[in-house]
Protein backbone atom coordinates (compact mmCIF):
# COMPACT_ATOMS: atom_id res chain seq x y z
CA UNK A 1 0.00 0.00 0.00
CA UNK A 2 0.64 3.59 -0.95
CA UNK A 3 0.52 6.77 0.57
CA UNK A 4 -0.71 9.90 -0.43
CA UNK A 5 -2.68 13.06 -1.12
CA UNK A 6 -6.32 11.99 -1.13
CA UNK A 7 -8.01 14.32 -4.12
CA UNK A 8 -11.15 12.82 -5.30
CA UNK A 9 -13.75 11.08 -3.06
CA UNK A 10 -14.63 7.22 -3.46
CA UNK A 11 -13.12 4.05 -3.92
CA UNK A 12 -12.19 2.05 -7.38
CA UNK A 13 -10.71 -1.07 -8.34
CA UNK A 14 -9.19 -1.67 -11.75
CA UNK A 15 -6.25 -2.49 -14.42
CA UNK A 16 -3.53 -0.43 -14.18
CA UNK A 17 -2.58 1.82 -17.08
CA UNK A 18 0.89 3.21 -16.98
CA UNK A 19 1.66 6.94 -19.03
CA UNK A 20 5.14 7.75 -18.79
CA UNK A 21 6.64 10.88 -19.88
CA UNK A 22 6.44 10.16 -23.82
CA UNK A 23 3.42 7.33 -23.34
CA UNK A 24 6.15 4.75 -23.39
CA UNK A 25 4.42 0.97 -22.36
CA UNK A 26 7.58 0.11 -20.30
CA UNK A 27 6.96 -3.76 -21.12
CA UNK A 28 6.23 -3.61 -25.27
CA UNK A 29 8.92 -6.40 -26.27
CA UNK A 30 12.00 -5.41 -28.54
CA UNK A 31 11.33 -5.48 -32.29
CA UNK A 32 12.05 -8.49 -34.77
CA UNK A 33 14.79 -7.50 -37.51
CA UNK A 34 12.14 -7.59 -39.92
CA UNK A 35 9.89 -4.77 -38.01
CA UNK A 36 12.75 -2.52 -37.77
CA UNK A 37 12.39 -0.52 -40.97
CA UNK A 38 8.89 -0.16 -40.52
CA UNK A 39 9.38 1.08 -37.23
CA UNK A 40 11.93 3.49 -38.61
CA UNK A 41 9.88 4.82 -41.76
CA UNK A 42 7.20 5.64 -38.81
CA UNK A 43 9.76 8.13 -36.75
CA UNK A 44 10.26 9.54 -40.15
CA UNK A 45 6.68 10.08 -41.12
CA UNK A 46 6.10 11.42 -37.41
CA UNK A 47 9.18 13.48 -37.85
CA UNK A 48 8.03 14.57 -41.03
CA UNK A 49 4.34 15.95 -39.88
CA UNK A 50 6.07 17.75 -36.47
CA UNK A 51 8.16 19.77 -39.04
CA UNK A 52 4.85 20.92 -40.55
CA UNK A 53 3.18 21.40 -37.62
CA UNK A 54 5.96 23.70 -36.66
CA UNK A 55 6.06 25.56 -39.37
CA UNK A 56 1.89 26.37 -39.61
CA UNK A 57 2.70 27.05 -35.87
CA UNK A 58 5.56 29.84 -36.46
CA UNK A 59 3.31 31.69 -39.41
CA UNK A 60 0.00 31.52 -37.02
CA UNK A 61 1.75 33.10 -33.95
CA UNK A 62 3.85 35.43 -35.75
CA UNK A 63 0.94 36.89 -37.64
CA UNK A 64 -1.25 36.63 -34.38
CA UNK A 65 1.10 37.65 -31.45
CA UNK A 66 4.48 38.44 -32.57
CA UNK A 67 7.87 37.25 -33.61
CA UNK A 68 9.23 36.98 -30.26
CA UNK A 69 6.23 34.84 -29.04
CA UNK A 70 6.82 32.67 -32.53
CA UNK A 71 10.90 32.01 -32.36
CA UNK A 72 9.87 28.69 -29.99
CA UNK A 73 8.62 26.97 -33.11
CA UNK A 74 11.66 28.29 -34.63
CA UNK A 75 13.62 26.40 -32.47
CA UNK A 76 11.67 23.45 -32.31
CA UNK A 77 12.06 23.19 -35.78
CA UNK A 78 16.17 22.98 -35.42
CA UNK A 79 15.59 20.26 -32.92
CA UNK A 80 13.16 17.96 -35.54
CA UNK A 81 16.27 18.53 -38.23
CA UNK A 82 19.28 18.15 -35.69
CA UNK A 83 21.21 15.43 -37.50
CA UNK A 84 22.68 14.42 -33.99
CA UNK A 85 19.27 13.79 -32.86
CA UNK A 86 18.15 12.05 -35.71
CA UNK A 87 20.75 9.93 -35.56
CA UNK A 88 20.40 8.73 -31.70
CA UNK A 89 17.02 7.57 -32.26
CA UNK A 90 17.67 5.84 -35.79
CA UNK A 91 20.56 3.81 -34.38
CA UNK A 92 18.02 2.86 -30.94
CA UNK A 93 15.78 1.55 -33.52
CA UNK A 94 18.12 0.07 -35.75
CA UNK A 95 20.83 -1.29 -33.26
CA UNK A 96 18.99 -1.65 -30.04
CA UNK A 97 15.30 -2.88 -31.54
CA UNK A 98 14.15 -0.50 -29.39
CA UNK A 99 10.53 1.01 -30.62
CA UNK A 100 10.61 4.51 -31.30
CA UNK A 101 8.55 5.74 -28.31
CA UNK A 102 11.31 3.68 -26.43
CA UNK A 103 13.94 5.57 -27.85
CA UNK A 104 12.11 9.01 -27.69
CA UNK A 105 12.23 8.39 -24.11
CA UNK A 106 15.86 7.10 -24.26
CA UNK A 107 16.35 10.57 -25.90
CA UNK A 108 14.79 12.64 -23.04
CA UNK A 109 16.90 10.79 -20.32
CA UNK A 110 19.97 11.28 -22.47
CA UNK A 111 19.72 14.98 -22.92
CA UNK A 112 18.25 15.33 -19.26
CA UNK A 113 21.49 13.89 -17.52
CA UNK A 114 23.64 16.32 -20.18
CA UNK A 115 21.51 19.48 -19.56
CA UNK A 116 20.03 19.16 -15.83
CA UNK A 117 23.60 19.62 -13.89
CA UNK A 118 23.89 22.74 -16.15
CA UNK A 119 23.42 26.16 -13.81
CA UNK A 120 22.82 27.63 -17.36
CA UNK A 121 19.45 28.95 -17.83
CA UNK A 122 19.33 28.68 -21.46
CA UNK A 123 20.21 25.28 -21.71
CA UNK A 124 18.23 24.00 -18.79
CA UNK A 125 15.42 25.27 -21.19
CA UNK A 126 16.82 23.66 -24.03
CA UNK A 127 15.81 20.48 -22.33
CA UNK A 128 12.10 21.90 -21.74
CA UNK A 129 12.01 22.54 -26.00
CA UNK A 130 13.12 19.00 -26.88
CA UNK A 131 10.58 17.70 -24.55
CA UNK A 132 8.13 19.61 -26.39
CA UNK A 133 9.30 17.85 -29.30
CA UNK A 134 9.34 15.13 -28.09
CA UNK A 135 5.59 14.74 -27.02
CA UNK A 136 4.66 16.39 -30.86
CA UNK A 137 6.27 13.28 -32.02
CA UNK A 138 4.99 10.59 -29.83
CA UNK A 139 1.77 12.06 -30.33
CA UNK A 140 1.31 10.84 -33.77
CA UNK A 141 3.19 7.54 -32.99
CA UNK A 142 1.14 6.34 -30.23
CA UNK A 143 -2.11 7.22 -32.00
CA UNK A 144 -1.88 3.35 -32.99
CA UNK A 145 -0.48 2.04 -30.34
CA UNK A 146 -3.54 2.93 -27.74
CA UNK A 147 -6.24 1.82 -31.23
CA UNK A 148 -8.00 -1.53 -29.77
CA UNK A 149 -5.47 -1.42 -27.05
CA UNK A 150 -6.75 -4.82 -24.91
CA UNK A 151 -5.82 -3.06 -21.64
CA UNK A 152 -7.89 -0.28 -22.29
CA UNK A 153 -11.06 -2.20 -22.73
CA UNK A 154 -11.70 -2.33 -18.97
CA UNK A 155 -11.71 -0.06 -15.79
CA UNK A 156 -8.67 1.56 -16.18
CA UNK A 157 -6.27 3.15 -13.12
CA UNK A 158 -4.44 6.04 -15.03
CA UNK A 159 -0.70 6.04 -13.08
CA UNK A 160 1.00 9.10 -14.56
CA UNK A 161 4.02 11.37 -13.14
CA UNK A 162 1.89 14.17 -13.66
CA UNK A 163 -1.46 13.75 -15.63
CA UNK A 164 -1.37 17.04 -18.56
CA UNK A 165 -4.34 18.18 -20.63
CA UNK A 166 -2.71 16.29 -23.51
CA UNK A 167 -3.06 13.12 -22.24
CA UNK A 168 -6.30 13.69 -20.97
CA UNK A 169 -7.79 13.94 -24.61
CA UNK A 170 -5.46 10.80 -25.40
CA UNK A 171 -7.10 8.92 -22.79
CA UNK A 172 -10.54 10.30 -24.33
CA UNK A 173 -13.91 8.53 -23.51
CA UNK A 174 -11.72 5.43 -22.46
CA UNK A 175 -13.32 3.60 -19.26
CA UNK A 176 -11.12 5.50 -16.95
CA UNK A 177 -12.15 4.71 -13.08
CA UNK A 178 -9.42 6.23 -11.08
CA UNK A 179 -6.16 8.31 -11.37
CA UNK A 180 -3.10 8.22 -9.28
CA UNK A 181 -0.14 10.33 -9.77
CA UNK A 182 3.40 10.71 -8.31
CA UNK A 183 3.37 14.47 -8.67
CA UNK A 184 0.19 16.97 -7.96
CA UNK A 185 -2.15 18.35 -4.99
CA UNK A 186 -5.52 18.23 -4.54
CA UNK A 187 -5.62 21.51 -6.87
CA UNK A 188 -3.66 20.20 -9.78
CA UNK A 189 -5.02 19.66 -13.15
CA UNK A 190 -4.87 15.55 -12.75
CA UNK A 191 -7.26 15.91 -9.26
CA UNK A 192 -9.51 19.13 -11.25
CA UNK A 193 -10.42 16.64 -13.98
CA UNK A 194 -11.24 13.61 -11.85
CA UNK A 195 -13.45 15.48 -9.68
CA UNK A 196 -15.21 16.86 -12.91
CA UNK A 197 -15.60 12.94 -14.29
CA UNK A 198 -16.29 12.27 -10.14
CA UNK A 199 -13.30 9.38 -10.60
CA UNK A 200 -11.61 9.00 -7.31
CA UNK A 201 -7.95 9.97 -7.29
CA UNK A 202 -4.82 10.40 -5.22
CA UNK A 203 -1.95 12.37 -6.28
CA UNK A 204 1.76 12.70 -4.74
CA UNK A 205 2.36 8.98 -4.83
CA UNK A 206 6.14 8.75 -4.90
CA UNK A 207 7.38 6.01 -6.81
CA UNK A 208 4.26 4.89 -8.04
CA UNK A 209 5.48 4.35 -11.40
CA UNK A 210 8.87 2.63 -10.43
CA UNK A 211 6.29 -0.66 -8.31
CA UNK A 212 3.23 -0.48 -11.16
CA UNK A 213 2.92 -2.25 -14.63
CA UNK A 214 0.07 -1.75 -17.09
CA UNK A 215 -2.02 -4.82 -16.51
CA UNK A 216 -1.47 -4.45 -12.83
CA UNK A 217 -4.76 -4.70 -10.35
CA UNK A 218 -5.35 -1.54 -8.32
CA UNK A 219 -7.31 -0.49 -5.75
CA UNK A 220 -7.32 3.77 -5.34
CA UNK A 221 -9.05 4.76 -2.11
CA UNK A 222 -9.98 8.91 -2.90
CA UNK A 223 -10.90 8.92 0.68
CA UNK A 224 -8.20 7.67 2.79
CA UNK A 225 -5.34 8.56 -0.27
CA UNK A 226 -4.55 4.80 -0.22
CA UNK A 227 -3.26 3.08 -3.98
CA UNK A 228 -2.94 -0.59 -2.88
CA UNK A 229 -1.10 -2.61 -6.18
CA UNK A 230 -1.85 -6.16 -6.81
CA UNK A 231 -3.81 -7.03 -3.81
CA UNK A 232 -4.47 -10.36 -2.07
CA UNK A 233 -8.02 -11.89 -2.23
CA UNK A 234 -9.00 -10.72 1.21
CA UNK A 235 -7.80 -7.08 1.27
CA UNK A 236 -9.71 -7.01 -2.85
CA UNK A 237 -12.97 -8.23 -1.27
CA UNK A 238 -12.67 -5.63 1.36
CA UNK A 239 -12.38 -2.78 -0.92
CA UNK A 240 -15.09 -4.49 -3.03
CA UNK A 241 -17.56 -3.95 -0.72
CA UNK A 242 -16.24 0.23 -0.11
CA UNK A 243 -16.56 -0.08 -3.77
CA UNK A 244 -20.22 -0.71 -4.12
CA UNK A 245 -20.91 1.40 -1.30
CA UNK A 246 -19.52 4.55 -2.53
CA UNK A 247 -21.61 3.85 -5.93
CA UNK A 248 -24.57 3.16 -4.70
CA UNK A 249 -24.56 6.41 -2.48
CA UNK A 250 -23.86 8.40 -5.33
CA UNK A 251 -26.55 6.51 -7.37
CA UNK A 252 -28.70 7.52 -4.72
CA UNK A 253 -27.94 11.12 -4.75
CA UNK A 254 -27.84 11.32 -8.36
CA UNK A 255 -31.96 11.12 -7.92
CA UNK A 256 -31.73 14.77 -6.75
CA UNK A 257 -30.83 16.41 -9.71
CA UNK A 258 -34.17 17.74 -10.51
CA UNK A 259 -34.73 19.15 -6.73
CA UNK A 260 -34.27 23.27 -6.15
CA UNK A 261 -31.29 23.58 -3.65
CA UNK A 262 -32.84 25.32 -0.52
CA UNK A 263 -32.51 25.10 2.91
CA UNK A 264 -34.87 22.86 5.32
CA UNK A 265 -36.03 26.90 6.64
CA UNK A 266 -36.53 27.76 2.53
CA UNK A 267 -33.32 29.17 1.70
CA UNK A 268 -32.44 29.09 -1.94
CA UNK A 269 -29.27 28.81 -3.53
CA UNK A 270 -27.40 28.21 -6.53
CA UNK A 271 -25.58 25.49 -7.26
CA UNK A 272 -23.22 25.99 -10.28
CA UNK A 273 -20.47 23.69 -12.19
CA UNK A 274 -16.65 24.42 -12.59
CA UNK A 275 -16.47 23.29 -16.23
CA UNK A 276 -13.57 22.55 -19.10
CA UNK A 277 -15.66 21.95 -21.54
CA UNK A 278 -18.78 20.77 -23.27
CA UNK A 279 -18.63 17.24 -22.36
CA UNK A 280 -18.23 18.97 -18.59
CA UNK A 281 -21.22 21.00 -19.11
CA UNK A 282 -23.52 18.37 -20.44
CA UNK A 283 -22.82 16.56 -17.02
CA UNK A 284 -23.76 19.20 -15.16
CA UNK A 285 -26.80 19.34 -16.33
CA UNK A 286 -26.93 15.49 -15.65
CA UNK A 287 -26.51 16.45 -12.21
CA UNK A 288 -28.81 19.14 -11.27
CA UNK A 289 -26.76 22.30 -11.45
CA UNK A 290 -28.31 25.48 -12.35
CA UNK A 291 -25.56 26.86 -14.58
CA UNK A 292 -22.02 26.93 -15.20
CA UNK A 293 -19.89 29.18 -12.48
CA UNK A 294 -16.85 29.14 -14.42
CA UNK A 295 -15.54 27.72 -17.61
CA UNK A 296 -11.85 27.52 -17.61
CA UNK A 297 -11.31 28.30 -21.22
CA UNK A 298 -7.20 27.26 -20.88
CA UNK A 299 -8.10 24.04 -21.22
CA UNK A 300 -8.70 24.98 -25.36
CA UNK A 301 -5.74 26.03 -25.45
CA UNK A 302 -3.92 23.36 -23.43
CA UNK A 303 -5.38 21.01 -25.97
CA UNK A 304 -4.80 22.57 -28.65
CA UNK A 305 -1.25 22.76 -31.19
CA UNK A 306 -1.71 26.17 -32.38
CA UNK A 307 -3.40 29.23 -31.77
CA UNK A 308 -7.46 28.86 -31.45
CA UNK A 309 -8.60 31.73 -33.64
CA UNK A 310 -11.46 34.01 -33.10
CA UNK A 311 -13.79 31.89 -35.30
CA UNK A 312 -12.88 28.88 -33.06
CA UNK A 313 -12.96 30.08 -30.03
CA UNK A 314 -16.84 31.42 -31.31
CA UNK A 315 -17.73 27.89 -32.16
CA UNK A 316 -16.02 26.40 -28.77
CA UNK A 317 -17.86 28.90 -26.39
CA UNK A 318 -21.70 28.43 -28.18
CA UNK A 319 -21.03 24.44 -27.88
CA UNK A 320 -20.61 25.01 -24.16
CA UNK A 321 -23.27 27.25 -23.73
CA UNK A 322 -25.72 25.46 -25.64
CA UNK A 323 -25.14 22.44 -23.24
CA UNK A 324 -25.11 24.39 -20.11
CA UNK A 325 -27.80 24.09 -17.97
CA UNK A 326 -30.14 27.20 -18.48
CA UNK A 327 -27.24 28.53 -20.94
CA UNK A 328 -26.11 30.34 -18.18
CA UNK A 329 -22.24 29.95 -18.43
CA UNK A 330 -19.50 32.31 -16.64
CA UNK A 331 -16.66 32.29 -19.42
CA UNK A 332 -13.16 33.09 -17.61
CA UNK A 333 -10.54 34.37 -20.00
CA UNK A 334 -7.61 32.57 -20.21
CA UNK A 335 -5.51 31.65 -17.13
CA UNK A 336 -1.97 30.41 -18.14
CA UNK A 337 0.97 30.36 -16.31
CA UNK A 338 1.78 28.94 -12.61
CA UNK A 339 1.23 24.91 -13.48
CA UNK A 340 0.10 26.00 -17.32
CA UNK A 341 1.51 26.84 -20.07
CA UNK A 342 1.20 26.44 -23.68
CA UNK A 343 4.50 27.33 -26.33
CA UNK A 344 2.69 29.39 -28.54
CA UNK A 345 3.18 31.85 -25.89
CA UNK A 346 7.01 32.20 -25.03
CA UNK A 347 8.00 31.26 -21.46
CA UNK A 348 9.98 33.62 -20.61
CA UNK A 349 12.52 33.42 -18.46
CA UNK A 350 12.96 31.22 -15.96
CA UNK A 351 10.82 31.90 -13.13
CA UNK A 352 11.80 30.96 -9.12
CA UNK A 353 7.91 31.24 -8.95
CA UNK A 354 5.47 31.39 -11.24
CA UNK A 355 2.43 31.22 -9.40
CA UNK A 356 3.36 34.55 -8.29
CA UNK A 357 4.82 35.56 -11.58
CA UNK A 358 3.67 36.09 -15.37
CA UNK A 359 0.10 34.45 -15.28
CA UNK A 360 -3.25 35.20 -16.15
CA UNK A 361 -4.14 38.97 -16.93
CA UNK A 362 -0.41 39.94 -16.28
CA UNK A 363 0.47 37.42 -19.31
CA UNK A 364 -3.10 39.28 -21.32
CA UNK A 365 -2.23 42.40 -20.88
CA UNK A 366 1.29 41.75 -22.65
CA UNK A 367 -0.11 40.13 -25.54
CA UNK A 368 -2.93 42.97 -26.29
CA UNK A 369 -4.12 41.53 -29.62
CA UNK A 370 -4.23 37.84 -28.85
CA UNK A 371 -6.31 39.33 -25.27
CA UNK A 372 -8.93 41.06 -27.72
CA UNK A 373 -9.70 38.14 -29.66
CA UNK A 374 -10.74 36.02 -26.63
CA UNK A 375 -12.90 38.82 -25.47
CA UNK A 376 -14.23 39.56 -29.40
CA UNK A 377 -15.12 35.69 -29.27
CA UNK A 378 -17.15 35.59 -25.64
CA UNK A 379 -18.86 38.95 -26.72
CA UNK A 380 -19.98 37.70 -29.97
CA UNK A 381 -20.89 34.25 -27.92
CA UNK A 382 -23.89 36.39 -25.10
CA UNK A 383 -25.34 36.86 -28.70
CA UNK A 384 -29.04 35.23 -29.40
CA UNK A 385 -28.94 32.90 -32.26
CA UNK A 386 -31.79 32.89 -34.81
CA UNK A 387 -33.57 30.19 -33.38
CA UNK A 388 -32.12 29.57 -29.52
CA UNK A 389 -33.09 32.18 -26.45
CA UNK A 390 -30.69 34.51 -25.46
CA UNK A 391 -28.00 33.14 -23.25
CA UNK A 392 -26.82 34.83 -19.97
CA UNK A 393 -23.14 35.20 -20.15
CA UNK A 394 -20.47 36.41 -17.80
CA UNK A 395 -16.84 37.43 -18.32
CA UNK A 396 -14.30 36.89 -15.54
CA UNK A 397 -10.68 37.94 -15.22
CA UNK A 398 -8.34 35.79 -13.33
CA UNK A 399 -5.62 37.34 -11.06
CA UNK A 400 -7.27 40.72 -10.52
CA UNK A 401 -4.73 43.32 -8.15
CA UNK A 402 -5.97 46.54 -7.96
CA UNK A 403 -8.13 49.09 -9.48
CA UNK A 404 -5.95 50.04 -12.11
CA UNK A 405 -6.28 46.60 -13.61
CA UNK A 406 -9.77 46.33 -13.51
CA UNK A 407 -10.35 49.98 -15.50
CA UNK A 408 -7.24 48.43 -17.88
CA UNK A 409 -9.70 45.45 -18.92
CA UNK A 410 -13.19 47.84 -19.04
CA UNK A 411 -11.02 49.65 -21.48
CA UNK A 412 -10.19 46.39 -23.49
CA UNK A 413 -13.77 45.39 -23.38
CA UNK A 414 -14.93 48.68 -24.72
CA UNK A 415 -12.51 48.57 -27.54
CA UNK A 416 -13.60 45.11 -28.29
CA UNK A 417 -17.13 45.94 -28.43
CA UNK A 418 -16.61 49.17 -30.75
CA UNK A 419 -14.55 47.22 -32.88
CA UNK A 420 -17.78 44.69 -33.33
CA UNK A 421 -19.90 47.43 -33.55
CA UNK A 422 -18.39 49.08 -36.50
CA UNK A 423 -17.85 45.50 -38.32
CA UNK A 424 -21.53 44.68 -37.45
CA UNK A 425 -21.24 41.67 -35.65
CA UNK A 426 -23.82 41.02 -33.27
CA UNK A 427 -22.32 40.73 -29.71
CA UNK A 428 -24.44 40.28 -26.68
CA UNK A 429 -24.48 42.14 -23.17
CA UNK A 430 -21.68 40.49 -20.81
CA UNK A 431 -21.84 40.96 -17.26
CA UNK A 432 -18.22 42.20 -15.68
CA UNK A 433 -16.08 40.25 -12.85
CA UNK A 434 -13.23 39.65 -11.10
CA UNK A 435 -11.85 36.43 -9.47
CA UNK A 436 -10.69 37.11 -6.16
CA UNK A 437 -7.49 35.20 -6.09
CA UNK A 438 -4.80 37.56 -4.35
CA UNK A 439 -4.65 38.59 -1.09
CA UNK A 440 -4.36 42.75 -1.80
CA UNK A 441 -7.56 42.10 -3.70
CA UNK A 442 -9.36 40.90 -0.93
CA UNK A 443 -7.77 43.42 1.46
CA UNK A 444 -8.98 46.32 -0.60
CA UNK A 445 -12.43 44.52 -2.15
CA UNK A 446 -14.98 47.70 -0.80
CA UNK A 447 -12.62 49.67 -3.31
CA UNK A 448 -12.79 47.33 -6.02
CA UNK A 449 -16.49 47.02 -5.57
CA UNK A 450 -17.92 49.95 -7.77
CA UNK A 451 -15.67 48.94 -10.77
CA UNK A 452 -16.70 45.10 -11.02
CA UNK A 453 -20.75 43.51 -11.89
CA UNK A 454 -19.86 40.93 -9.35
CA UNK A 455 -17.36 38.73 -7.57
CA UNK A 456 -16.18 34.92 -8.05
CA UNK A 457 -13.62 33.76 -5.04
CA UNK A 458 -11.01 31.50 -6.18
CA UNK A 459 -10.47 29.93 -3.07
CA UNK A 460 -7.65 27.68 -4.54
CA UNK A 461 -5.01 30.11 -5.01
CA UNK A 462 -5.96 32.51 -2.55
CA UNK A 463 -5.22 30.31 0.13
CA UNK A 464 -1.74 29.30 -1.18
CA UNK A 465 -0.94 32.89 -1.69
CA UNK A 466 -2.39 33.96 1.88
CA UNK A 467 -0.60 30.91 3.11
CA UNK A 468 2.96 31.88 1.59
CA UNK A 469 2.79 27.92 0.64
CA UNK A 470 3.01 26.66 -3.04
CA UNK A 471 -0.09 24.05 -2.84
CA UNK A 472 2.00 21.77 -5.65
CA UNK A 473 5.08 21.80 -3.32
CA UNK A 474 4.71 18.82 -1.23
CA UNK A 475 6.81 20.10 1.64
CA UNK A 476 4.30 22.76 2.19
CA UNK A 477 1.23 22.00 0.85
CA UNK A 478 0.20 20.99 4.03
CA UNK A 479 0.17 24.73 4.78
CA UNK A 480 -2.90 25.04 2.03
CA UNK A 481 -6.21 24.46 3.98
CA UNK A 482 -9.27 26.24 3.22
CA UNK A 483 -10.44 25.59 6.82
CA UNK A 484 -7.45 27.45 8.69
CA UNK A 485 -8.78 30.09 10.62
CA UNK A 486 -6.64 33.03 8.67
CA UNK A 487 -8.85 31.67 5.60
CA UNK A 488 -12.23 31.54 7.09
CA UNK A 489 -11.76 35.04 8.57
CA UNK A 490 -10.69 36.61 5.21
CA UNK A 491 -12.98 34.69 2.86
CA UNK A 492 -15.99 36.31 5.58
CA UNK A 493 -15.18 39.75 5.36
CA UNK A 494 -15.00 39.87 1.03
CA UNK A 495 -18.87 38.03 1.40
CA UNK A 496 -19.98 40.58 4.02
CA UNK A 497 -18.49 43.60 2.09
CA UNK A 498 -19.93 41.82 -1.51
CA UNK A 499 -23.07 41.15 -0.17
CA UNK A 500 -23.49 44.66 1.35
CA UNK A 501 -22.36 46.41 -1.62
CA UNK A 502 -25.58 44.15 -3.11
CA UNK A 503 -22.76 42.67 -5.70
CA UNK A 504 -23.47 39.28 -6.10
CA UNK A 505 -20.62 36.66 -5.28
CA UNK A 506 -20.00 33.34 -6.07
CA UNK A 507 -17.16 31.08 -4.41
CA UNK A 508 -15.40 28.91 -7.46
CA UNK A 509 -12.76 27.12 -5.85
CA UNK A 510 -12.56 23.13 -5.08
CA UNK A 511 -13.46 24.21 -1.44
CA UNK A 512 -17.04 24.53 -2.54
CA UNK A 513 -17.63 21.13 -3.08
CA UNK A 514 -16.02 19.87 0.47
CA UNK A 515 -19.19 19.70 2.91
CA UNK A 516 -17.11 20.79 6.11
CA UNK A 517 -16.35 24.06 4.21
CA UNK A 518 -19.78 24.41 2.60
CA UNK A 519 -21.70 24.89 5.86
CA UNK A 520 -18.85 27.29 6.84
CA UNK A 521 -19.33 29.46 3.38
CA UNK A 522 -23.28 29.21 3.78
CA UNK A 523 -22.92 30.50 7.38
CA UNK A 524 -21.07 33.83 6.16
CA UNK A 525 -24.06 34.32 3.86
CA UNK A 526 -23.02 32.88 0.65
CA UNK A 527 -25.20 31.52 -1.61
CA UNK A 528 -23.39 31.15 -4.93
CA UNK A 529 -21.41 28.06 -5.31
CA UNK A 530 -20.01 26.05 -8.18
CA UNK A 531 -17.76 23.36 -7.45
CA UNK A 532 -16.77 20.23 -9.66
CA UNK A 533 -20.57 18.65 -11.07
CA UNK A 534 -20.10 15.52 -9.33
CA UNK A 535 -20.04 17.21 -5.76
CA UNK A 536 -23.03 19.00 -6.38
CA UNK A 537 -25.78 16.17 -5.42
CA UNK A 538 -23.94 15.98 -2.05
CA UNK A 539 -23.86 19.64 -1.24
CA UNK A 540 -28.05 19.68 -3.01
CA UNK A 541 -28.47 16.96 0.30
CA UNK A 542 -26.57 18.18 2.70
CA UNK A 543 -28.22 21.46 2.13
CA UNK A 544 -31.69 20.28 2.35
CA UNK A 545 -30.72 18.72 6.15
CA UNK A 546 -29.03 22.46 7.01
CA UNK A 547 -30.58 25.46 8.11
CA UNK A 548 -29.17 29.19 8.45
CA UNK A 549 -29.32 29.63 11.71
CA UNK A 550 -27.45 25.81 11.96
CA UNK A 551 -25.34 27.44 9.44
CA UNK A 552 -24.42 30.37 11.42
CA UNK A 553 -23.69 28.46 14.30
CA UNK A 554 -21.33 26.06 13.10
CA UNK A 555 -19.80 28.76 11.18
CA UNK A 556 -19.44 30.57 14.95
CA UNK A 557 -18.23 27.49 17.02
CA UNK A 558 -15.55 26.92 13.93
CA UNK A 559 -14.56 30.33 14.47
CA UNK A 560 -13.76 29.82 18.33
CA UNK A 561 -11.23 27.00 16.98
CA UNK A 562 -7.56 27.90 17.13
CA UNK A 563 -6.27 25.51 14.63
CA UNK A 564 -7.62 23.82 11.25
CA UNK A 565 -7.55 20.31 12.52
CA UNK A 566 -10.12 21.43 15.51
CA UNK A 567 -12.21 23.13 12.83
CA UNK A 568 -11.94 20.03 10.52
CA UNK A 569 -12.72 17.94 13.58
CA UNK A 570 -15.52 20.09 15.12
CA UNK A 571 -17.56 20.35 11.77
CA UNK A 572 -17.38 16.81 10.70
CA UNK A 573 -18.75 15.35 13.90
CA UNK A 574 -21.91 18.29 14.01
CA UNK A 575 -21.92 16.84 9.91
CA UNK A 576 -22.42 13.50 10.91
CA UNK A 577 -25.00 14.12 13.41
CA UNK A 578 -26.81 16.13 10.92
CA UNK A 579 -26.68 13.58 7.82
CA UNK A 580 -25.29 10.42 9.04
CA UNK A 581 -25.84 9.13 5.00
CA UNK A 582 -22.94 11.38 3.93
CA UNK A 583 -21.05 9.30 5.94
CA UNK A 584 -18.61 7.94 3.33
CA UNK A 585 -18.43 11.51 1.92
CA UNK A 586 -17.61 13.16 4.95
CA UNK A 587 -14.89 11.35 6.46
CA UNK A 588 -12.27 11.18 3.54
Known amino acids: MRKG?????GVTIGTAYCIHE??????????????????????????????????????????????????????????????????????????????????????????????????????????????????????YLSAALHKGSGVLSGPIIVVADELLPSQVVMLGDKPVHGIVTQAGSQTSHAAIVA????????????????????????????????????PDGEILAAYRKLEREFFNLRDELAHNRDQQPATKDGERLQLLANINGASDARSAAAMGAAGIGLYRTEYLYLTHASVPGEEEQLETYREVIQASPNQSVTIRTLDIGGDKTVPFLGRGQQEANPFMG?????????????FLTQIRAILRSAAAGEDSPQPHVEMLFPMVTNLEELRRLRAIVRRAQQQLAAEKQPYGNVAFGMMLEVPAAAVMIDQLLPAVDFVSIGSNDLVQYLMAADRDNPK?????????????????SVV?????????????????????????????????????????????????????????????????????????????????????????????
Open 22 to 139: VFVDPDRSLLESHEIPAETARFENARKRSIDDVRALHQKVEGQIGKEAAAVFAVHESILRDTTLIGKVHSWIQDDRLTAQAALAKLIEYYRGLLDRSRDDYLRERLADIRDVVERLTS
Open 5 to 9: IAVSP
Open 496 to 588: AACNAAGKPVTLCGEMAGQPQAFVVLLGMGLRRFSMSPAFIPTIKELTAQLTIPIAEDLLRKAEHQKTTKRIRSLLTAELLQLAPNLKPILMQ
Open 358 to 370: WRSIRLSFEHPNF
Open 195 to 230: RSRGIPAVSGVAGVLRQTKTGDTVIVDGREGHVIIN
Open 476 to 492: VSHLCQPLSPAVIRVLR
